[in-house]
């Protein structure tokens, strides 16, 4: 009924370097020759070797490839200038920051501090805080008239909540999450 099974040696099988946690000396010195442009290169050649692909073919691929590359990093030296500012670990959260900044995406500075100034929303203390920040950095870094800039682009992100605890009934405690966000504001110049 039950079959023997023998097991010898060469059946069990050693735990693999490649899976260890830490990188053996003999791995560390192959990454590091593969961090090197010749070694990406060599890398990409043997993958196509295994795939059944000429020298060639992959050639050709990997030149594509770095063709994409340098343009991808031209188009982003070529970008408009854009003044950023980042604000972080604003006490509220993201979604009341949004419906506020659905409103401004688009607008020039002057209809922003408008309407940031007679909106009845606690969070557009914040955004107009941040909408400062930016059109200073436009102004003092980049050298752009105030006159001329618009909202590009303006996002919020949620970030950490803290977590407080309250009594309820029967000396439970019950969760209250304290929501905070990050808040990106860029703005261009528009070109008249």
């Given at each position: 009924m039950f079959a023997a099974f023998t097991v010898t040696a060469s059946a069990v099988r050693a735990p693999c370097a490649m899976h260890s946690?830490?990188?053996?000396?003999?791995?560390?010195?192959?990454?590091?020759?593969?961090?090197?442009?010749?070694?990406?290169?060599?890398?990409?050649?043997?993958?196509?070797?295994?795939?059944?692909?000429?020298?060639?073919?992959?050639?050709?691929?990997?030149?594509?490839?770095?063709h994409r590359a340098n343009v991808q990093a031209t188009a982003t030296e070529v970008d408009e200038k854009e003044a950023v500012c980042y604000l972080r670990g604003v006490r509220m959260s993201a979604s009341k920051v949004r419906r506020v900044l659905d409103v401004i995406r688009g607008k020039s500075y002057e209809e922003c501090l408008i309407m940031l100034e007679f909106m009845p929303y606690r969070s557009c203390e914040p955004i107009l805080n941040a909408l400062f920040s930016a059109?200073?950095?436009?102004?003092?870094?980049?050298?752009?008239?105030?006159?001329?800039?618009?909202?590009?682009?303006?996002?919020?992100?949620?970030?950490?909540?803290?977590?407080?605890?309250?009594p309820r009934a029967q000396g439970r405690p019950f969760a209250i999450r304290k929501r905070t966000c990050s808040l990106v504001l860029k703005m261009k110049e528009r070109e008249d």
């Open positions: 946690r830490t990188a053996q000396p003999h791995q560390s010195a192959r990454i590091a020759a593969f961090s090197t442009g010749a070694g990406r290169r060599e890398l990409a050649l043997s993958t196509a070797r295994r795939q059944g692909q000429s020298h060639g073919v992959a050639a050709r691929k990997i030149e594509a490839t770095a059109a200073s950095n436009a102004k003092n870094n980049l050298g752009m008239n105030k006159a001329k800039l618009y909202v590009s682009e303006c996002y919020a992100d949620g970030g950490a909540t803290m977590k407080r605890f309250q």
